[in-house]
Every structure is written in C-alpha cells, then in structure tokens.
C-alpha cells in the first residue's frame, strides 16, 4: 500500500545549495505532479508530466526542474536555493489527467536559512 | 488565473454538531475534488464530483456539485474529534493545462470534544 513516497520528510538547507527532492509511485499512474505549500495557502503547481520523458511548467516553475525518465519516478530539482523556496512540498500522480483524482504523498518540509 | 474562493477560513464547533464549507469560481470546472490534510501528511480525498448537480456521499460527508458549475459545497454531519484538520477545495476544467488542479486555500476545522 506504498502509493505516493517521498523522501526526505525534512531538510534544512542553507542559500545557494541545491538538492533533489525524491518521488515515487507504485500505481503505475501516467501523470505526476508537484506542488508547493506555503502557510494558510492552498497548493501551487510547479512541475507536471504527462508520461515519462514529458514535463511541463505549472503555475510556479521558477528556481526549479524536474524530469521524468520513468512512470514511477519524478524528481524535483532545487539549484540555487532560496529563502522563497521554505516551503512544505507534494508529490502527487494520477491515472490520467482529466477527470482523475490526484493521490499526493505526505511532504517534504523545506527550510532554507 | 483561475482563483477558488473558499469559505470559511476556519470554523470552531461543538462535537455533535453539523458543519458547512463551500467554494465558489469565476469560471467553469467540469471536476470538484474534496480533500482533507492532517498535519504533516498530504491531502486525503475525500470525495470527487463529475456532473452539474451531482450530490455524492462519503458516510458522514455530503459534497455537491453546483448547477452554474461554479461553486460546490461540503457537508459534514455531526461532527466528531477526528474530522479537526484542513479541507481542501480543487477544481479542474478540461481546457488548457491539461486540466491541472486549482485549489483553494483551505478551511481549518476544529471540533471541541
């Protein structure tokens, strides 16, 4: 019943490191999303695909990338990290895109000091 | 961009009592979705809507699918301690942005015992 797995659940990080925040799902679902939570928000689209080898901007792509070699897997990217980027972040993944609920994991909480 | 207006920010009730939230758009969705995020964990579905006018169940929870296909509401019958946490509205229409999520911002329930 693993669904949507994200690693890490935490990390601090200090301005101008970078990291890749880790996504994976065993539904064999086509579509793969991320998303950002700031406080008292709802959720922001950063990055989306459709299938593997297909990414495209959401809402909010700046100071990220991601890829997607495989169906399961959809890392996020951080290069240059910023204090804009604290922020609680979802995986999510679906069957399809229209008319399919999305399944989100449970975070990565990010601080950048 | 599409926006989702969600009311109310956050409601204080009585255990046993019933509760209302409800969401509203300036623009069309063919799909609501309905979640709930517990803290530290990622949004939940709780229930999802496909038609104008659709009334759906989930035991003690009741969304709706507004007629203008604008606005949909979530019922919540006597309430118990573990219902607390942050229910989500999102929307998705099915032009453009292959029909990404919007989500509103939340409203935070708490339920004295």
């Known amino acids: 019943n693993a669904g949507v797995t994200q690693t890490p659940k935490f990390r601090i990080l200090k301005i101008g490191q970078s990291m890749t925040l880790q996504c994976t799902q065993d539904?064999?679902?086509?579509?793969m999303y991320w998303y950002r939570q700031d406080p008292g928000m709802g959720l922001k689209l950063i990055y989306y695909s459709v299938g593997a080898g297909i990414t495209d901007k959401g809402e909010v792509p700046n100071g990220y990338n991601v890829s997607r070699s495989t169906t399961e897997d959809f890392p996020l990217r951080l290069e240059l990290a910023a204090p804009s980027q604290t922020s609680v972040y979802f995986c999510?993944?679906?069957?399809?895109?229209?008319?399919?609920?999305?399944?989100f994991g449970d975070g990565t909480r990010l601080s950048i000091l | 961009g599409q926006q989702l207006n969600q009311s109310p920010q956050s409601m204080f009730i009585q255990e046993g009592e019933d509760v209302s939230m409800n969401c509203t758009s300036s623009?069309?969705?063919?799909?609501w979705l309905w979640y709930k995020q517990d803290p530290g964990e990622g949004p939940v579905l709780l229930i999802a809507?496909?038609?104008?006018?659709e009334l759906t169940s989930n035991g003690r929870l009741t969304a709706q699918f507004g007629i203008t296909r604008k606005d949909s509401f979530l019922n919540i019958s006597a309430s118990i301690p573990s219902d607390v946490g942050i229910y989500f509205c999102a929307g998705q229409d099915y032009g453009g942005s292959q029909g990404n999520l919007i989500f509103g911002k939340g409203t935070k329930l708490s339920v004295k015992p």
């Open positions: 809507l496909y038609k104008a006018g």
């Open positions: 623009s069309i969705f063919n799909t």
């Open positions: 539904m064999n679902h086509n579509y």
């Open positions: 999510a993944s679906s069957y399809k895109g229209l008319g399919q609920p999305q399944h």
